[in-house]
Structures are given as C-alpha cells and as structure tokens.
C-alpha cells in the first residue's frame, strides 16, 4: 500500500490524481487531489488549499513583512482546508492564536480529518458566516486575512462598505490585511472601491497585481 502511495505521488507529477471526492452544499464536489507530490484541495476551477492558493497567500504575507513577535492575534476569513495554519506556523514560524472562520462544514471536516489541522495548537476553529462574524467579534486582531469565496467569486456581501469598515473596526493599533481576490472574477470597480475604504480609513494600501497569473492582493497597513 505504501509503495502505492510512493508511485503515485511520483506519477502525480506528471498529471493531477484525484484521491477522494467531498460533496459540499456551497461548493459542490471537492476534491482531494495528488499534485506534484503533494495532497491539494480542489474545486472545478480553483484551488482551495495546499496549491497554488497557499503560494499566493505565502506571498502576500511576506510581502506584508509583520514582525513576527509582534503578532499575537490573527483572523482567517474563510478557513478552507487550513493550509494557511500551515504558512503561519511552519513558514513565518509564528506561534500567534489563530481563529479560522468558516461556514462550509465539509472544508472544516477536511481540514480536520485529510490534514489534521488540530495538530497545530493555538488555535480556533469557528463554523460560522464570516459577515456575521465581524459584526459579533469583541476581539483585536494584529492580521486579519480575508479569502472569502464561493468556488471562484467573492459573494458580494463581502466587497461592500459596511463589511470592510466592520473589519477595519477589528484591527488592533498595529494591524494588517491581506484581501485576496481573483482578477477574472471580480470587476475593477469593484476592486478599487474596497481599496477606497481602507483610504478612507487613513490606512496604507498596497496592491500586488497578477500573483502566479491569477490573483490581485490587496496589502492593507496602519499608517
């Protein structure tokens, strides 16, 4: 069985192969793929965790460059399957408390059971709305990463004024953002008019455009 395992992983570098299959009532079927060697999560037309959408993610944070010591509190907006513990930990080797907030229980049993998310200690798993969530949190956080998507689209909800100032209610003297999009998905409009509000909050906004061809992130500092 494990020499299995071994060839394909060898062979999965070559072409995607596909180990099991969710069904998730928001996202539709998910499934867990062998790709390059590594176990990913996939829906029909975008990564969700542990690919190329962990990379973006890796790159928005360094780009952000927050001290590491300096990070107590961290908010996640949309869990997935997790792999952005990962980064935090083992990447950035930052041991901040992290709550995750998602609403598709199927992503939190994956991140549960496919990559033992809880190993990692320091932090919460929240099964809930991520727009109710903000208006109902007391806390601060250091970082608040938003990556909020049904399949490839952000649900409108999340792009409006009164989500992103609610966010901006919850950053701590010293807080960041990085906002994740995908540039095929959301109209420039759109993109700029979540930028304004950061603006009109005095906040430092910083725009990486077309991370690895596919997603625009917005950089988010206090002045």
Same mark, same amino acid.
């Given at each position: 069985m494990i020499q299995f395992y071994l060839l394909k992983k060898i062979l999965s570098h070559?072409?995607?192969? +596909?180990?099991?299959?969710?069904?998730?009532?928001?996202?539709? %079927?998910?499934?867990?793929?062998?790709?390059?060697?590594?176990?990913? %999560?996939?829906?029909?037309?975008?990564?969700?965790?542990?690919?190329?959408?962990?990379?973006? @993610?890796? /790159?928005?944070?360094?780009?952000l460059a927050l001290p590491r010591q300096e990070l107590k509190n961290v908010l996640v907006l949309?869990?997935?399957?997790?792999?952005?513990?990962?980064?935090?930990?083992?990447?950035?080797?930052?041991?901040?408390?992290?709550? @995750?907030?998602?609403?598709?229980? +199927?992503?939190?049993?994956?991140? /549960?059971?496919?990559?033992?998310?809880? /190993?990692?200690?320091?932090i919460q798993i929240i099964a809930a709305d991520a727009n109710q969530f903000v208006f109902d949190c007391k806390k601060k956080y250091d970082l608040i990463i938003i990556d909020l998507f049904?399949?490839? +689209?952000?649900?409108?909800?999340?792009?409006?004024?009164?989500?992103?100032?609610? %966010?901006?209610?919850?950053?701590s003297d010293t807080g960041a953002v990085l906002f994740n999009t995908m540039r095929s998905t959301i109209d420039r409009k759109t993109f700029q008019a979540i930028q304004n509000v950061f603006k009109e909050a005095t906040l430092t906004v910083e725009v990486l455009e077309n991370v690895y061809y596919s997603n625009d992130l917005i950089l988010v500092k206090r002045s």
């Open positions: 070559l072409l995607p192969i +596909t180990l099991k299959k969710y069904h998730s009532s928001w996202s539709g %079927v998910i499934e867990i793929n062998l790709s390059n060697g590594r176990k990913v %999560v996939d829906t029909a037309t975008s990564n969700y965790s542990y690919g190329s959408l962990q990379k973006i @993610l890796s /790159k928005g944070l360094h780009q949309g869990m997935g399957a997790g792999s952005i513990v990962q980064t935090i930990r083992e990447e950035l080797e930052c041991d901040a408390a992290i709550d @995750l907030v998602e609403l598709d229980n +199927t992503m939190i049993d994956i991140a /549960k059971n496919e990559y033992q998310i809880h /190993k990692y200690s320091n049904i399949i490839d +689209t952000i649900p409108q909800v999340f792009t409006e004024k009164k989500f992103i100032q609610q %966010v901006i209610q919850l950053l």
